[in-house]
């Protein structure tokens, strides 16, 4: 029997070992850091190269590649599918899909990449930075790479890309993530459409309407046009700006087990002493879809 004196610095010395072994698990050392570096870049050099010399030799062809189905994740076509289901549903484009990713462009003609350097993040983690040179401009890429395990969904020990990383129209270097335009995307589309909220006495007690050109919200309760405020949306709050750009209400937003027509909320409405102040917070049931 083990006194409780011993007994707890003993389970304080396993804890120890323990957490320094998970941390030594999350550490690369200088060697597996310029092998993951080589094995990475290595790679993405070889699969570009198979990318541009299709693209080279089907220049005047409608013919689909399966580049998408081959070197991008599982969750990253998951995403792409979902968007793309939306966009047939709403005849709408989600974003980047006017375009082709693999070569930043809609039409091609000599396509040259170039991989210009890598920056590991972890075992499994690194960014790919390539240029792709096409029609006589360079078109700046960052691919990011996640390299899956066992129990994924993807081949275990394989690289895939798991997003796009581009310039934004602000000039920042790579500011712009393909996967986080289609998810902010997928929320907006998943809001369209008529809400009942149910406050905490389980009446209905008005509705959000968020259709092509207006918005009506509980607050207000009288349409919003879209010509006079300006909305945006982040992964997971829909802001609307007044004409001076200032944020006069927002919408805060989870679906609880997925996208199933449940939506928890909070309203935020910025008073004149400049701090959000929370409404309430309530679940909303939506009762149809309203298409473009």
């Known amino acids: 029997m083990i006194p409780m004196q011993k007994r707890a610095a003993y389970t304080l010395f396993i ?3 323990f957490l320094a072994a998970c941390q030594n698990k999350g550490q690369m050392t200088p060697e597996e850091r310029k092998a ?4 990475v870049g290595a790679y993405v050099t070889e699969m570009y190269t ?6 080279n030799t089907h220049r005047d062809s409608n013919e689909r590649n399966d580049f998408d189905e081959r070197f991008t994740s599982w969750s990253y076509r998951q995403l792409r599918d979902e968007a793309g289901r ?5 005849n709408d484009i989600p974003p980047c899909g006017d375009y082709d990713h693999w070569i930043q462009a809609q039409d091609w003609e000599r396509v040259i990449v170039q991989t210009d350097s890598v920056h590991v993040l972890a075992h499994d983690t690194a960014k790919v930075y390539v240029t792709i040179q096409n029609l006589g401009s360079r078109s700046p890429l960052c691919l990011l790479m996640l390299k899956h395990a066992r129990g994924c969904h993807d081949a275990e020990g394989q690289w895939f890309i798991d997003d796009f990383l581009t310039d934004d129209f602000e000039g920042h270097p790579y500011g712009t993530s393909e996967r986080k335009q289609m998810q902010e995307w997928v929320h907006y589309v998943w809001l369209q459409g008529v809400w ?7 009446e209905v007690a008005s509705h959000y309407i968020i259709p092509n050109d207006t918005l009506i919200y509980p607050k207000r309760c009288d349409p919003v046009e879209w010509d006079t405020y300006t909305f945006t949306l982040s992964a997971d709050t829909l802001y609307l700006h007044d004409t001076q750009g200032h944020i006069e209400w927002k919408l805060q937003f989870s679906f609880r087990n997925g996208n199933d027509g449940k939506l928890w909320t909070k309203e935020f409405f910025p008073p004149f002493a400049g701090e959000d102040v929370e409404i309430q917070t309530f679940e909303s049931v939506k009762r149809n879809k309203t298409n473009k």
């Open 86 to 90: 939306l966009g047939e549903q709403m």
């Open 15 to 17: 804890s120890v070992l």
């Open 50 to 55: 198979e990318i541009a010399d299709w693209y």
């Open 36 to 39: 993951t570096e080589m094995e």
């Open 196 to 202: 009942d909220y149910v406050p905490d006495s389980g």
